[in-house]
């Protein structure tokens, strides 16, 4: 549950402290991007809380880390980056502690 609640109150700090003027925005971005879990219906069983998700799923592969990190030095892209990798950085911490 606390990984979970992780994935809002990272991106929340991170809207509120670099995006103020604009924190609503910056936080509705980041958390679109945890669209990347729908890679997880691709397994069987959908949810198995023993399993880690890096390595595992096809959007959560290390080949793909690169492109969410350049993401965040495209002003276009940066809070999709941000989003990304804020969410593969939860999601591998939540891989070492199990």
Do not use: K
């Not at 991170?14 to 397994?43: E, K, P, Q």
Request: proline residues 6%; contains cysteine.
């Amino acid at each position: 549950m606390l990984h979970l609640v992780l994935h809002v109150i990272v991106p929340l700090l991170v809207a509120v402290v670099f995006y103020r003027s604009n924190w609503r925005r910056a936080l509705l971005i980041m958390l679109a991007t945890m669209l990347v879990d729908v890679d997880h219906l691709l397994a069987e069983p959908v949810y198995d809380p023993q399993r880690c998700s890096i390595g595992f799923h096809p959007l959560h592969q290390a080949v793909v880390f690169p492109l969410y990190l350049a993401l965040c030095f495209l002003p276009r892209t940066r809070l999709v980056g941000l989003g990304l990798s804020i969410h593969m950085i939860l999601d591998g911490v939540d891989c070492l502690t199990q």
